[in-house]
């Protein structure tokens, strides 16, 4: 008895841990580094939003009721709601000082000593109107342009991206690291995307982080180093993905066997693989409908998982259409996926497929965890007497179910 109570806890912790985080999340969450090597030292082309860099400047409240704007910002109040704008006059004054707040926020180390960085040049552009940053060639040719801005019109500090071109004269480097000392305060800011595109020579590699980036991210010319990033972001992107979590589980829990839990592990994973490498490369549709068709569709597989946990198919040919069923969910779950790593990583990027098969093997591994960890108490639940293992099984179904109903209604109200 006191296994089913564990196991019905264990499963409650599903139930009250939240809404699952949508594959797209990141639009607004993403700083990109290219660092090009020389002889002379490190170049520097960093992109970031704008409200990364001034919204913990903003000043302490006055007598209107009101805080001090930021450096190159100013406030207005619409509709009782206190809203961010950038002072575009402030800007074109002293261009220099906004790119000296990027500076003094990013630290750039060698040997763990910081170095110091000569600001080449700043640009401002409209989100949506930006130029391309994916390449090295793209970074230097978007700090060349002109910025695309519409000084005719009043336009949000959320809608800024910035871009700086950054120069550490150190001499040659090989190994340094790389992180930030600001902290802006920004609702989702711990899931910040950090993609950094290290070019020494005719090497290429690419480095991810997430969060702010406080602890340093150590850069080298190692490829295995590069990939690994990527293969730690795809364990996390499982791991702390509730949908993708509870799925698993009820695949687990509905398996009778070990023949049938590889049948279901192993269409899952020819499922999300295939899925994920063609919605990276746009081999899907394109319009605004199918992301939230994707997103309710993995909440309702979640459901039908479960059913097949408490009713799974009867031996003999049930391996073969758990194997398909999988299959075909896991085309699903790999939308998913491909949404998250493109926001970050543009098919033209340098060394795109060893960051997506690191990606993509990380995934694997947040999934063989889960089997792991749940796996031996599947088994030593089933040896338990009387119908504990049928009762716990029905627990964490129904568990999932409703957690999975929640994220139904949620994501629907799209189509509403």
Known sequence: MRLFFATFLFAMVFLFAGTAEAHFNLNQNVRIHHVAHSKDGLDVYLRLPMPYLVAELVGPEGTDGLPAPAPYTYNLIEDGVLMHYLDQVAFHKDQSGLARIAENGFVLSVGGHRQSAEIVSIRLHSVGQE???????????????????PRTQEIYVGEVMVDVHLRFVTGEVGAYSVSYTSDPGLPGQEETANLILDYNGQDVRTFRARGLMHTPVDVSGSATAAASTFFVEGIRHILEGPDHVLFVLCMIIGALNLHSLLARVTGFTLGHTVTLILGFFGFAPSGAWFIPTVELAIALSIIY??????????KGHGDLKAFAITSGIGLLHGFGFSFMLHQILRVDAPNVWHSLLAFNVGVEAGQVIIVLLVWPLVLLLRKQPGRIWVSSRAVIAACASLVAMVWVVERAEFFL
């Open 131 to 149: 130029p391309g940053f994916a390449t090295l060639n793209e970074a230097r040719s978007a700090l060349a342009q002109k910025d695309v801005l």
């Open 305 to 314: 998982a479960a059913a097949m946990a408490v009713w799974p198919p009867e």
